[in-house]
């Protein structure tokens, strides 16, 4: 069983930045896929960002490309999603997943508490 921890959530002002953490325990991190979600009050979590096991493959939705940043440090068991230039429209629960690497689709297997990011305009 995985366990997932997000923080960095918080309130900042529009055009601010935050970096949220997902540290994870109880699994080989290098055998997931991990990734960022998120739900906004009175929507449906959607799809932020994606991570192949080793870094090298990232995935970001539309809303989120060339503004957010996935990475990871395997060393650390630890995924980081990097957001600049956040908008009042980015204000969510974030969710960290992981989804085990021998599947190419399908749901995540595992998933965070999620954090709070709140962006005031």
């Known amino acids: 069983q995985v366990q997932l921890v997000e923080s960095g959530g918080g309130l900042v002002q529009a055009g601010g930045s935050l970096r949220l953490s997902c540290a994870t325990s109880?699994?080989?991190?290098?055998?997931?896929?991990m990734g960022w979600f998120r739900q906004a009050p009175g929507k449906e979590r959607e799809f932020v960002a994606t991570?192949?096991?080793?870094?090298?493959?990232?995935a970001y939705a539309d809303s989120v490309k060339g503004r957010f940043t996935i990475s990871r440090v395997n060393a650390k068991n630890t995924v980081y999603l990097q957001m600049n230039s956040l908008k009042p429209e980015d204000t969510a629960i974030y969710y960290c997943?992981?989804?085990?690497?021998?599947?190419?689709?399908?749901?995540?297997?595992?998933w965070g508490q999620g954090t709070q990011v709140t962006v005031s305009s």
């Open positions: 997943a992981a989804r085990h690497s021998v599947r190419t689709s399908g749901p995540y297997d595992y």
């Open positions: 109880g699994g080989t991190f290098t055998n997931y896929r």
């Open positions: 991570i192949s096991w080793s870094g090298g493959t990232t």
